[in-house]
Nanobody
Framework: QVQLVESGGGLVQAGGSLRLSCAASIRTFSNHPMGWFRQAPGKEREFVAAISETGGFTHYTDSVKDRFTISRDNAKNTVDLQMNSLKPEDTAVYYC????????????????????WGQGTQVTVSS
């Protein structure tokens, strides 16, 4: 059974940084593209970033480009999201997700491409 566990959320002031981590209990972790999504109160879940199986390709939503960086360590079965220059509008519950499909470029922004989801970690950015 696949399990994804996020950590690293918290409260930070605007302009600050946080690093989220997702630990995956997937036997063949390196075969799975991974993604981060977020959901703010009263809003739909939205795509944040995705990374290909080997980490050679990444994709970001426009609002986080140049501020967030997604990375993975296939030896440790982890995927991280480094978030810099945080803004109040980044406040949300952040979810890690894994896909059973091969990397498909920009289409990895679609939540339907992912098969397993974590429980989420809260990120709150104060102004």
């Amino acid at each position: 059974q696949v399990q994804l566990v996020e950590s690293g959320g918290g409260l930070v002031q605007a302009g600050g940084s946080l690093r989220l981590s997702c630990a995956a209990s997937i036997r063949t972790f390196s075969n799975h593209p991974m993604g981060w999504f977020r959901q703010a109160p009263g809003k739909e879940r939205e795509f944040v970033a995705a990374i290909s199986e080997t980490g050679g390709f990444t994709h970001y939503t426009d609002s986080v480009k140049d501020r967030f960086t997604i990375s993975r360590d296939n030896a440790k079965n982890t995927v991280d999201l480094q978030m810099n220059s945080l803004k109040p509008e980044d406040t949300a519950v952040y979810y890690c997700a894994s896909s059973n499909s091969a990397w498909y470029g920009v289409y990895m922004s679609r939540s339907g491409k992912y098969d397993q989801w974590g429980q989420g970690t809260q990120v709150t950015v104060s102004s």
